[in-house]
């Protein structure tokens, strides 16, 4: 059995020392055809590897893709390559920041024999592919152009880290002439008014669905390239192979970047083929500080959040640091898309459970300031116990908390509480589900008991007698709740439990 690459980003590390590679490279092929391009996607999803693949591509160094789809597909020769990791510069102020890209660039005329002529950052660059170029043209590869501005995002740096790499990138525009190919990888999706407001060359394949899957796995390369993990878990958990890939497939696939396809996150797959059990993991790697103070500063709320649509434009119209709550969730992975209308652009929603239960504690524990481990424990403990009373007892506490002026006197903002703290829990929750005689409100199931809700400003015989009259798709006994919410006490009222 292949190992498992968790956390490495370097090709011919993987290539030659036999760990798992999911074939991407119809994807570089396809890319080599063109020459300037730039893409986002979330932490951890490739953007390193990608850039990496790119460059011993590039280097010609032919024996490293035997058996991969583009090795008799390429012209095999060697370029200069300038590689640039922006995660990698000491960003503390200004002058530092010039200091280590400084640093990245005289390296690479030292690899390459060149004397550098100048001490002037932008002229370094521009010196350096000019130089290159005497006989090959020149391959720019930079990897996480936005990290110097993602990381001062809460300080008020982000302006001045902006305003330096604006100045740098332009570089790659005014050097046309002596590149072969570029391509900037990010986070945040680039805007019209910021960093490459003249770098106008670029084309943004971000939402390209053409280059949807080249990050990310698809079901497909699930379940090629990780059989043996697959067979593996399966003899270790007892789960049978349907339903191993079905949970698999609830808590980590889910995430798309064009609205139609699909793909896993990679990080949370390797950790849970060499873990073999369910967890946050791509959550756990490292959620931003500044996601955490973001989301209290902006009282972030689920459906403030979640349902919505976006155009395209919206993408490209903030800088990520004036970003709506939709927008800056959006590009750094918490929320991604789930469809495409003509006409309405992209509905955003949580990717998957992983991300859906992680966000929902974020959000309960940043803006209404609860414990949610022990409210996780004190949930569970009484579905264990089929006690619906303990249940209602846990949520009623958490609106107990809320502060008033974040009260909404709309149904569906208290749905959208309830939603969230059950999320919290890792409980497989749905909202909004359609059936052929209309929606309920929220479907709770846990283990082998299902629970349909239906929450009102009115008795909660009301809600019972509405779930009766939809719930003809259920061949099982499930029990309906209804709840009654009074929203000048500002809390839960009134529940009346039925199996039906």
């Given at each position: 059995m292949k190992?498992l690459?968790?956390?490495?980003?370097?090709f011919?590390?993987?290539?030659?020392?036999n760990?798992v590679?999911?074939?991407?490279?119809?994807?570089?092929?396809r890319l080599s055809e063109?020459k300037?391009?730039f893409?986002?996607?979330?932490?951890r999803f490739?953007?390193?590897?990608?850039?990496s693949?790119?460059y011993?591509?590039f280097k010609?160094?032919?024996?490293?893709?035997k058996?991969l789809?583009i090795y008799?597909?390429w012209?095999?020769k060697e370029?200069?390559v300038i590689?640039?990791?922006?995660?990698?510069l000491?960003?503390t102020d200004?002058?530092?920041?010039?200091?280590?890209?400084?640093?990245?660039?005289?390296?690479i005329?030292?690899?390459?024999?060149?004397?550098?002529?100048?001490k002037?950052?932008?002229?370094l660059?521009?010196?350096?592919?000019?130089k290159?170029?005497?006989k090959?043209?020149?391959?720019?590869l930079i990897?996480?152009?936005?990290r110097p501005i993602?990381n001062?995002?809460?300080?008020g740096?982000a302006e001045?880290?902006?305003?330096?790499l604006?100045?740098?990138?332009?570089?790659?525009k005014d050097?046309d002439?002596?590149?072969r190919?570029?391509?900037i990888?990010?986070?945040?999706?680039?805007?019209k008014t910021?960093?490459?407001?003249?770098?106008?060359n670029?084309r943004?394949i971000?939402t390209?669905?053409?280059?949807?899957e080249?990050?990310?796995?698809?079901q497909?390369e699930?379940?090629?390239?990780?059989?043996e993990n697959i067979?593996d878990t399966?003899k270790?958990?007892?789960?049978?192979?349907?339903?191993?890939?079905?949970?698999?497939?609830?808590h980590y696939?889910?995430f798309?970047?064009?609205?139609r396809k699909?793909?896993?996150?990679?990080?949370?797959i390797?950790n849970?083929?060499?873990?073999?059990?369910?967890r946050n993991?791509w959550?756990?790697?490292g959620t931003p500080?500044?996601?955490?103070?973001?989301i209290k500063s902006?009282?972030?709320e689920?459906e403030?959040?979640?349902g919505?649509?976006i155009?395209?434009?919206?993408?490209?119209t903030?800088?990520?640091?004036?970003a709506?709550?939709?927008i800056?969730?959006?590009?750094?992975?918490y929320?991604?898309?789930k469809g495409?209308?003509?006409?309405l652009?992209?509905?955003?929603?949580?990717p998957n459970?992983e991300v859906?239960e992680?966000?929902?504690?974020?959000?309960?524990s940043?803006?209404y300031?609860?414990?949610?481990n022990?409210l996780?424990?004190n949930?569970?403990?009484?579905l264990e116990?089929?006690?619906?009373?303990k249940?209602?007892?846990?949520i009623?506490?958490?609106?107990s908390k809320i502060?008033y002026?974040?009260?909404?006197?709309k149904?569906?903002?208290?749905h959208?509480?309830?939603?969230?703290?059950?999320?919290?829990?890792?409980?497989k929750v749905?909202g909004?589900?359609i059936?052929?005689?209309?929606?309920?409100?929220?479907?709770?199931q846990?283990?082998?008991?299902i629970?349909?809700?239906?929450i009102k400003?009115?008795s909660p015989d009301k809600?019972?007698?509405?779930?009766k009259?939809?719930?003809?798709?259920y061949?099982?006994p499930?029990?309906?709740?209804g709840?009654?919410?009074?929203?000048?006490k500002?809390?839960i009222t009134?529940?009346?439990?039925e199996?039906?």
């Amino acid at each position: 059995m292949k190992k498992l690459p968790i956390g490495i980003q370097d090709f011919k590390d993987i290539i030659e020392n036999n760990y798992v590679y999911v074939d991407k490279t119809k994807y570089i092929k396809r890319l080599s055809e063109g020459k300037y391009y730039f893409i986002s996607r979330p932490r951890r999803f490739g953007k390193s590897l990608t850039i990496s693949t790119l460059y011993y591509l590039f280097k010609g160094e032919k024996e490293l893709f035997k058996d991969l789809y583009i090795y008799d597909k390429w012209e095999w020769k060697e370029y200069p390559v300038i590689k640039l990791s922006m995660s990698q510069l000491d960003i503390t102020d200004e002058e530092t920041m010039r200091e280590t890209l400084n640093h990245q660039l005289i390296n690479i005329y030292k690899e390459y024999g060149i004397k550098p002529e100048s001490k002037n950052t932008k002229m370094l660059f521009s010196d350096l592919i000019q130089k290159l170029s005497k006989k090959e043209k020149t391959v720019v590869l930079i990897d996480e152009y936005d990290r110097p501005i993602l990381n001062h995002i809460t300080d008020g740096k982000a302006e001045t880290m902006r305003n330096i790499l604006r100045e740098f990138y332009v570089v790659i525009k005014d050097a046309d002439p002596y590149l072969r190919f570029a391509i900037i990888t990010g986070i945040t999706k680039l805007t019209k008014t910021g960093i490459f407001s003249s770098l106008n060359n670029l084309r943004d394949i971000t939402t390209n669905t053409e280059y949807s899957e080249m990050m990310g796995i698809t079901q497909e390369e699930l379940e090629n390239n990780f059989e043996e993990n697959i067979k593996d878990t399966e003899k270790e958990t007892g789960e049978k192979r349907e339903e191993l890939l079905e949970k698999i497939k609830d808590h980590y696939d889910g995430f798309s970047f064009d609205g139609r396809k699909y793909v896993y996150n990679p990080y949370s797959i390797l950790n849970y083929f060499q873990d073999k059990e369910f967890r946050n993991y791509w959550i756990e790697s490292g959620t931003p500080k500044y996601l955490t103070e973001y989301i209290k500063s902006h009282n972030v709320e689920p459906e403030t959040i979640r349902g919505k649509y976006i155009t395209e434009t919206n993408l490209t119209t903030y800088e990520i640091e004036d970003a709506p709550p939709v927008i800056y969730l959006l590009q750094s992975g918490y929320l991604t898309f789930k469809g495409k209308h003509d006409y309405l652009g992209y509905l955003v929603d949580y990717p998957n459970l992983e991300v859906k239960e992680s966000m929902s504690e974020l959000i309960l524990s940043g803006t209404y300031k609860t414990e949610t481990n022990e409210l996780r424990t004190n949930i569970i403990i009484a579905l264990e116990k089929k006690d619906i009373k303990k249940v209602i007892e846990e949520i009623q506490g958490i609106f107990s908390k809320i502060p008033y002026n974040l009260f909404q006197e709309k149904e569906s903002w208290y749905h959208s509480i309830i939603l969230t703290i059950l999320w919290s829990c890792g409980l497989k929750v749905n909202g909004e589900v359609i059936g052929n005689l209309g929606k309920s409100d929220i479907e709770l199931q846990y283990r082998k008991d299902i629970y349909i809700i239906e929450i009102k400003k009115a008795s909660p015989d009301k809600s019972i007698k509405q779930i009766k009259e939809r719930i003809c798709r259920y061949k099982k006994p499930v029990t309906a709740i209804g709840i009654e919410i009074d929203t000048e006490k500002r809390n839960i009222t009134n529940y009346k439990t039925e199996i039906i």
